[in-house]
């Protein structure tokens, strides 16, 4: 009779929670929510959702990122980023859609993509390779 709205995220499949501190490297499908603290790095074909208590220092790469805590390093996303009010980005981000609430902070780089860009991760790693080579010296 009603049709149900699709909701915007996946249904989360893994949790860690406030008083969870985690090192190392990061790697899943589907949904996961992170509410505590996460050093390292992050690769996700999923959706990675970051708690108001969540802090991920780390370059993050996913289908889609929602901040809600806070991000140390690149947020690359294939398909949005969004920051919601209490958000907070600090670190270069590249994604074709990008949503930032009001109150919802962004110290960095923006690179806007088309949807058909066929790798996001591949250009932003491309630029740091090049930001990072030694100037050749003259012969």
């Not at 995220?9 to 949904?31: D, K, M, N, S």
């Not at 990122?65 to 949005?80: F, L, N, P, Y």
Request: hydrophobic share 35%.
């Amino acid at each position: 009779m009603f049709n149900k709205k699709k909701e915007d995220h996946e249904e989360i499949c893994g949790f860690l929670g406030p008083e969870t501190e985690v090192h190392g490297e990061l790697r899943f499908t589907g949904a996961v929510r992170l509410d505590g603290r996460f050093q390292g790095n992050v690769t996700s074909q999923g959706t990675l959702i970051i708690g108001e208590t969540g802090n991920v220092q780390a370059d993050v790469r996913a289908q889609t990122i929602v901040v809600s805590g806070r991000i140390e390093g690149k947020a690359q996303a294939e398909q949005k980023i969004e920051i919601l009010k209490t958000g907070k980005i600090y670190g270069d981000v590249a994604t074709p859609r990008l949503v930032i609430q009001e109150g919802g902070i962004l110290e960095g780089n923006c690179t806007m993509l088309s949807e058909e860009a066929p790798s996001l991760a591949k250009s932003i790693e491309e630029k740091t390779v090049l930001e990072k080579k030694p100037a050749r010296e003259a012969v």
